[in-house]
């Protein structure tokens, strides 16, 4: 598990546009953390300057005491919202891309957990888009990350496939022990997974609230507690997924 401190001061892009100010934001070993905002409002970019994918000239990323670098960033899991697997490899070479020095023997075990037993001679075209979200989820959990990171990962799936894959994550983590930082638009999705969630303006994003989601798990999702507490958060901050607390 990991302990992370996210301080970005301020993000910009071509002819200086803002797209990130002011984000602060600890997470506790072992929490499940989910990040919630309009599109279009930087939750990507927060998960990319977090994972070394984009550097931050104006802030900082520690991760277990250490500033992020190329040792620290080992620890940390990234499953994206596409599976991005390599279509000129097999499902094999494509995990062993991210650890080449994996027996075989852990590779099948690790398949055979997502329900892709005998699948590693698969190419990805040959797989159903669930499958291959499924390759996804093995390749992130074969390095035994610290800290894993979601960019909306069910997106685009039909309703039954992302279930059964959030089901499987779950279970991943529990299994892994990691932390989690998890993106997605969809506040249904975050009350179910989530410990905690924040929630963020639009551009420059700033957060604008945060809320423990204090449901005894396990959970259901579309459940009467779950749907309940959705119902009562929105009541209470009506313009909250668009971005605001007035």
């Known amino acids: 598990m990991a302990e992370i401190k996210v301080r970005i001061e301020n993000k910009q892009y071509v002819y200086g546009t803002s797209v990130l100010e002011h984000i602060e934001f600890d997470l506790a070993s072992g929490e499940f953390m989910a990040i919630v905002g309009p599109s279009g409002c930087g939750k990507t970019t927060i998960l990319n300057?977090?994972?070394g994918i984009e550097p931050s000239k104006s802030g900082s990323v520690i991760l277990d005491g250490e500033p992020l670098n190329t040792q620290t960033s080992t620890r940390?899991?990234?499953?994206?919202?596409q599976p991005r697997l390599m279509p000129w490899l097999t499902v094999e070479q494509?995990?062993?891309?991210?650890?080449p020095s994996v027996d075989l023997d852990t590779i099948s075990e690790l398949l055979k957990s997502v329900g892709l037993?005998?699948?590693q001679d698969c190419y990805p075209r040959t797989l159903s888009g669930g499958m291959q979200r499924r390759v996804s989820?093995?390749?992130?959990?074969l390095i035994n990350?610290?800290?894993?990171?979601?960019?909306?990962p069910f997106n685009s799936l039909d309703a039954p496939t992302?279930?059964?894959l959030r089901l499987l994550l779950m279970r991943f983590c529990q299994r892994h022990k990691c932390s989690v930082i998890f993106v997605t638009h969809d506040l249904q999705e975050a009350v179910y997974l989530a410990d905690r969630i924040l929630f963020l303006s639009q551009p420059p994003s700033r957060i604008v609230h945060q809320e423990s989601v204090r449901i005894a798990r396990p959970r259901t999702e579309s459940g009467v507690d779950e749907l309940s507490w959705q119902a009562a958060l929105l009541a209470k901050y009506p313009n909250l997924l668009a971005g605001s607390v007035i």
């Open 49 to 51: 300057m977090i994972s």
């Open 76 to 81: 940390i899991g990234y499953i994206f919202q």
């Open 117 to 119: 037993e005998g699948k």
């Open 94 to 99: 494509n995990l062993t891309l991210v650890k």
């Open 162 to 164: 992302a279930a059964r």
């Open 137 to 141: 989820i093995a390749r992130a959990f």
């Open 145 to 152: 990350p610290k800290l894993l990171l979601l960019d909306e």
